[in-house]
């Protein structure tokens, strides 16, 4: 099976733009998470989408947010970038509850 | 509040000799625990895990210890190879629960 893929890699934008970042999770997993990791602070949970239904949420702004279609692909949105959002943000698939997350490369965020 | 800590920020190790890994945390009603290995650049591996029912799990070189009582959490790599140089980071998660909490990582460095 083909694992979590996360598009782009790598993205640059300015203060106030919008970003979208795309993740196509493992066949098969209908469950979506999303992390931001940066340094010093580990992976911080943003949110998890089940049967495109948002099963949770971390504590971030609503500028961050999400989604996820019928073939359980995911967005993550961010408007209005900040700097502080400078971030490797990952995506990751499982199967069911109590199994163990599948993380995509991320995609590293950087705002100018 | 960071419900999942890994007080040290980086670990150096002879190669062949043990790599001991520490993770505690506050939520006693975490159940599930795993531990992950990530390279700079790419999204997290998954290592190893442990359900609350045991306190021990084996697989090759990497061990896991759960002490419910002290809410502690250890990696066993033995043993070290260069290889092994990456970030760890501990995660739970509570009662089959949509959202894993992570650690801040632990850097180790095998020395050959």
């Known amino acids: 099976k083909a694992g979590v893929t996360q598009t782009p890699r790598y993205l640059i934008k300015t203060r106030g733009q919008q970003v979208t970042l795309s993740c196509s999770p493992i066949?098969?997993?209908?469950?979506v998470s999303w992390y931001q990791q940066t340094p010093g602070q580990g992976l911080q949970f943003l949110f998890e989408y089940f049967s495109e239904t948002q099963r949770n949420k971390g504590n971030f702004p609503g500028r961050f947010s999400g989604r996820q279609f019928s073939n359980s692909r995911s967005e993550m949105n961010v408007s209005t970038l900040e700097l502080g959002d400078s971030a490797l943000y990952l995506c990751a698939s499982r199967e069911g509850a109590n199994e163990k997350l599948f993380f995509g490369s991320g995609t590293q965020l950087s705002v100018l | 509040d960071q419900q999942v800590k890994q007080n040290s920020p980086s670990l150096s190790v002879q190669e062949g000799r043990i790599s001991i890994l520490n993770c505690d945390y506050t939520n006693s009603m975490f159940d599930y625990f795993l531990w992950y290995k990530k390279y700079p650049a790419e999204g997290p591996t998954f290592l190893i895990s442990i359900s609350s029912i045991k306190d021990k799990n084996e697989d090759g070189r990497f061990t896991v210890f759960l002490n419910k009582s002290a809410k502690h959490l250890s990696l066993h790599i033995v043993p070290s190879q260069p290889g092994d140089s990456a970030v760890y980071f501990c995660?739970?998660?509570?009662?089959?629960?949509?959202?894993?909490?992570f650690g801040t990582g632990t850097s180790l460095t095998v020395i050959p």
């Open positions: 066949s098969g997993h209908r469950s």
């Open positions: 995660a739970a998660s509570a009662g089959g629960g949509n959202q894993f909490y």
